[in-house]
């Protein structure tokens, strides 16, 4: 969260000063704090009280209006599962029903990060939400390196390229980095998003590419 993210407003409640900024970030009540600054006393009970108070998001407006888009979808999916806020720009999908979530190799988990990017595409300046699910992560980075060097094996014995299957931008990273300084295979992204993937060819043949 940065500073611009905070607002002061002139109210006679720190309910209707949380309500105001709800609706000015398209957030509800409670992803916000409000503390009051000044407090202009009633003058003998013929004015109302008049509070200055600033209000600001508990996390990034970004990544709120992202919690909230999934938390919604979640419910219409009537699937028993919880969105917390991990690190900014990431956030986690927990319990019961979160294995669903992930769906099988993740396919389900890429659909809800594209929809979710998808929806707040009107905040271009803003980073793009990723997802994680109690440690997803870490066990697909694994996976991606894994399926890295077994890749380049396969290419180099058959001495032709190799394409991987479509990846989000940060899977693609996983297996540019992890080959990136080996000198008998070169990786390249080719295609366009959401079926944009890597291919793998060796360096022999990088003049083809």
Known sequence: ??????????????????????????????????????EEKSFFGFLGRKLTVEVKPVSSVHLLKAKNIVQDLLIKMELQAEVSSQDDPILNISGEDAGIVIGKYGETIKSFEYLVNLMLRDDESESRIR????????????????????????TLRKNRPTYLEPMTSWERRIIHVTLKDRTDVRT??????????????????????
Do not use: C, H
Request: proline share 4%; hydrophobic share 35%; glycine share 2%.
């Open 1 to 38: 969260m940065n500073d611009s993210e905070s607002i002061v407003l002139e109210v006679s409640s720190l309910e209707e000063a949380k309500n105001l900024a709800a609706a000015k970030w398209s957030l509800t009540p409670d992803d916000l704090v409000a503390k009051i600054i000044e």
């Open 131 to 154: 997802f994680d699910s109690d440690g997803y992560r870490d066990r697909r980075t694994a996976s991606l390196q894994r399926l890295a060097l077994s890749a380049s094996r396969r």
């Open 188 to 209: 390249r992204s080719v295609g366009e998003d959401p079926e944009r993937k890597v291919v793998i060819y060796p360096a022999s043949r990088s003049r083809n590419y």
